[in-house]
């Protein structure tokens, strides 16, 4: 009972210290998108929110599964007398890999910079794009700080590091963009990637203790690779569809389509604190599965579901009568046209919440590979709905393939957690 309650004492601080973080970070995020838009032109706008989701889809195919793979390997080796060496060599271990994954990801995108530009962005202005390509570099290596803080179970630190980056891009943008050049909010963009990088370097130094390692622990390296494998592609997928929208909406219809649907998503993103219970449920649910308290889990994740069931129709309606109005007090009267969007993407985004709370449980009880061939069913389907709707439909078309996308995320994974939680249960018999 006494590891229970410090379970859930976790679990409840860790969700409240992240949805502060998380809700001031997504109002900070929306400040950043209205200044950018109130100095850019439409197209410019578009094109800029373009470029960076081509670019973060693509930098997911540089995760592999690490973030959640690293927080996993970092809360395993959270316990006895060595942990700090062991938490230390396990990041060094990381990092590193972050490091040749961001550089390969760099080389590529500069080398296809020509195609993308004229085919994709249907734009001659280069710079803003290789500074943002640049930011992705060290936004790489920046992730590599979060799994640690996940690990260890330092939502203060994770949190701190997110709106301390909100705050310095929203800064930058106010102070050096003002121009409405696509190259000045670029180099804002690229310049606190870097400082970031920094920032989260000192925390991991000072606060958690970190030492770098640069002497492959081959233990450390055999079990990054052995949890790493199917969550790669999980998470790889799973990052493509949060973008997929905004790039094939670009693809298909054009930068000023994205620039309206740009405008309904930084509204999402306040809604987004939500989002902080899949980030706190997973060094909980590692110890819960060692534990073997799988009924625990299935009651966590039955609380899960009723939730999500009671969010979605209130989350719908709120945002069905209100969207209007929060489109003409952020942005303008003449953008009303998103609204349907909005209530669409936010209504949406509590399956997507849902499939990922359950989808670090099923992970902690073995089923990456079952979870692999979730998104991948997920991810040829979004492409698939993206394809139709967007083509019948423009901007609304792409919000509602995103919802139904992650309708069918969340569902599939209901079905395997199911499955999964009877079959300890048995074993247990």
């Known amino acids: 009972m006494k590891g229970n309650n410090s379970h859930l004492k976790t679990f409840f601080s860790g969700s409240l210290i992240s949805i502060v973080g998380v809700g001031i970070t997504g109002v900070l995020n929306y400040f950043i998108r209205r200044t950018l838009f ?57 990092l590193s890999l972050k490091l040749i994954l961001a550089t390969v990801v760099l080389i590529l995108l500069l080398s ?15 710079l803003f794009y290789y500074l943002l390509a640049g930011m992705l570099f060290f936004q790489i290596l920046e992730c590599t700080f979060y799994p640690l803080f996940s690990g260890l179970k330092d939502f203060v630190s994770y949190n701190f590091l997110q709106v301390t980056k909100a705050l ?33 370097g000192a925390i ?67 809604v987004q604190a939500a989002m902080v219970f899949p980030l706190i449920i997973l060094p909980v649910a590692v110890q819960m599965s060692r534990e073997k308290r799988y009924l625990q889990l299935k009651q966590i994740s039955l609380w899960a579901i009723g939730v999500a069931a009671v969010a979605f129709p209130v989350t719908f309606l709120f945002f069905h009568l209100l969207s209007p109005w929060l489109i003409r007090i952020l942005f303008s009267a003449q953008y009303l046209a998103a609204a349907p969007a909005v209530s669409i993407l936010c209504s949406g985004l509590i399956f997507y919440t849902l499939g990922s709370f359950l989808m670090q ?24 709905l993206n394809w139709c709707l967007i083509s019948l439909y423009d901007y609304i078309g792409a919000a509602c393939a995103t919802a139904g996308s992650y309708l069918i995320f969340s569902l599939a994974t209901i079905v395997v957690l199911r499955q999964l939680i009877r079959k300890r249960e048995r074993e247990m018999l």
């Open 38 to 94: 109130m100095n850019m032109s439409e197209a410019d706008y578009g094109t800029f929110y373009s470029a960076v989701a081509f670019l973060l889809m693509v930098g997911g195919f540089a995760e592999l599964g690490l973030s959640q793979t690293g927080a996993l390997l970092i809360a395993e080796n959270n316990t006895g007398s060595q942990k700090t060496r062991k938490i230390s060599s396990c990041f060094s271990s990381l």
């Open 112 to 126: 296809c910079s020509r195609w993308i530009l004229k085919d994709y962005l249907r734009t001659g202005n280069g």
């Open 168 to 200: 310095l891009l929203l800064s930058g943008i106010a102070l050096f963009s003002r121009s409405g050049q696509l190259p000045a909010a670029a180099a804002v963009f690229f310049s606190v990637a870097i400082l970031i990088v920094f920032i989260a």
């Open 204 to 270: 991991a130094f000072f606060r958690e203790k970190i030492r770098l390692s640069w002497h492959p622990d081959r233990a450390v390296w055999t079990r990054l690779f052995q949890l790493s494998g199917f969550i790669a592609v999980s998470t790889t997928l799973l990052n493509m569809i949060y973008y997929m929208d905004t790039v094939m909406l670009t693809a298909i219809k054009g930068v000023t389509s994205s620039a309206l649907y740009n405008v309904a998503l930084p509204i999402m993103q306040i």
């Open 361 to 384: 449980i099923v992970l902690t009880m073995g089923g990456a590979g079952r979870m692999a061939l979730i998104t991948l069913f997920t991810s040829i389907c979004n492409v698939i």
